[in-house]
């Protein structure tokens, strides 16, 4: 059987698209299917080498900057052209298609293309519907109502084409986003966190000790601005003049965010001294479970105007580890965990309320500990990371309907 992994924003090693194909691949190889991925026009080598990416796309949920509907239609265009190009010689077609990211654009590309395909071999469709129509703004932004014609008739294309509804699999990792997006297209929708490198390998726990003389704060992933790393320095210095018993470790990939100017603010992380450790490169997947599995706490300070709907793959991630999290409060996807105790939350989204999470956090550690491994074992016990997936893929694998895991109405 033979899988097809679709992800215009696919194009290097590290971050939540690589990590979501190394999860995926690992599923699907598992069960003797056959792999092909379709990435980014501009991937790089390592991925195509090493995983098998074919470049393919030339545009992204990230790249768009025409908001209107004729930039609309050109980028469906393009999208669609570029994946029949991609498949034009694929004669054996995939009984599986998944979007690990997908937007507008790419739903209504994907049902121009099964359009032409004959209607007695249609894939099952597994899509995430991470962000909101403009992906820097969270889904109930007003300013974005206008954009969501463009979901309905993408969607509306895709139902029509795939007519059998349980055909088609639709996630979003908030309960926010799900019911925005379920009103929409009058689905069933999955709240599930997209794959990420803790789904179905048994949730491994403890990578090594965590024990020694400091505790540690991790912050990890793409600098990107909403993720608030320019909150940092400000807020590290200050812990570290109240307590000696901390150490840091910040990492950030900087290259290709949207924040590339501001590398000198790991510059100026990096000259705090020997309990503050800086890393800018990309992680590879030992290297960041490594990382993250050092802390004993997690930095979350994300803007809560963008992620107030949005999910986190390092929060999911830290939840599997049982690493309690300091984050912005507004934030969806942290106040079930704020609610249960083992996350703190920034009240006043500044450097200075940065610090004060944090030395509240570091306060309450033993008793925020304790309830953070109580949300892993119930993780793992409840089998909550890579459920949808893997009933849509035992369900491609016996022919029958998959079951709607964790559905929202």
């Known amino acids: 059987m033979k899988a097809l992994i679709v992800d215009p924003a696919l194009r290097s090693m590290g971050g939540h698209h690589y990590n979501a194909l190394l999860t995926l691949r690992r599923e699907l190889l598992d069960r003797q299917m056959t792999v092909r991925t ?26 768009r900057t025409d908001w209107s509907h004729a930039g609309f239609a050109n980028a469906v265009r393009q999208t669609d052209l570029e994946l029949r190009r ?20 790419l739903a209504l590309a994907l049902a121009n293309y099964l359009a032409r395909r004959s209607r007695r071999n249609l894939p099952r469709v597994l899509m995430w519907l991470l962000y909101a129509p403009d992906y820097k703004k969270a889904v109930d932004d007003p300013s974005i109502s206008s954009l969501f014609v463009e979901y309905e008739q993408a969607f509306k294309a895709l139902q029509t084409v795939v007519r059998d509804q349980t055909r088609l699999t639709i996630c979003c990792e908030t309960v926010a986003m799900a019911r925005v997006y379920s ?9 599930e966190p997209g ?6 390998n048994g949730l491994v726990h403890e990578l090594h000790e965590r024990g020694n003389d400091f505790i540690t704060v991790v912050c990890v992933g793409f600098a990107n601005r909403s993720k608030g790393y320019r909150l940092l320095p400000q807020a590290i210095h200050r812990v570290l003049q109240t307590r000696k018993d901390v150490r840091f470790l910040i990492h950030g990939t900087v290259a290709g965010s949207d924040c590339e100017e501001d590398a000198a603010l790991f510059a100026t992380l990096g000259e705090m001294g020997p309990r503050v450790v800086v890393r800018t490169d990309v992680l590879s997947q030992d290297e960041y479970l490594t990382w993250l599995n050092q802390g004993q706490v997690v930095l979350l300070p994300y803007d809560p105007q963008v992620y107030k709907t949005r999910g986190s793959g390092v929060f999911v991630e830290a939840t599997a580890l049982g690493i309690p999290v300091v984050v912005t409060r507004g934030c969806n996807f942290a106040a079930q965990a704020a609610e249960d105790g083992w996350a703190q939350d920034i009240v006043d989204y500044s450097p200075d309320g940065l610090a004060d999470a944090l030395s509240r956090a570091l306060c309450r550690l033993p008793a925020m500990k304790a309830r953070a491994e109580i949300a892993a074992n119930k993780m793992r016990s409840q089998k909550l990371l890579g459920s949808t997936l893997r009933s849509v893929l035992d369900a491609v694998m016996l022919g029958e309907r998959p079951a709607r895991a964790g559905a929202n109405r």
């Open 183 to 191: 009103r929409l297209f009058d689905v069933d929708i999955a709240v």
């Open 86 to 105: 991609a498949q034009r010689w694929q004669f054996a077609p995939a009984e599986l298609i998944i979007l690990p990211c997908c937007d507008q654009v």
């Open 38 to 63: 379709l990435g980014s026009a501009f991937a790089d080598q390592n991925i195509v080498d090493g995983l098998g990416v074919a470049p393919t796309f030339t545009r992204s949920v990230y790249w």
């Open 195 to 200: 794959p990420n490198l803790l789904s179905g």
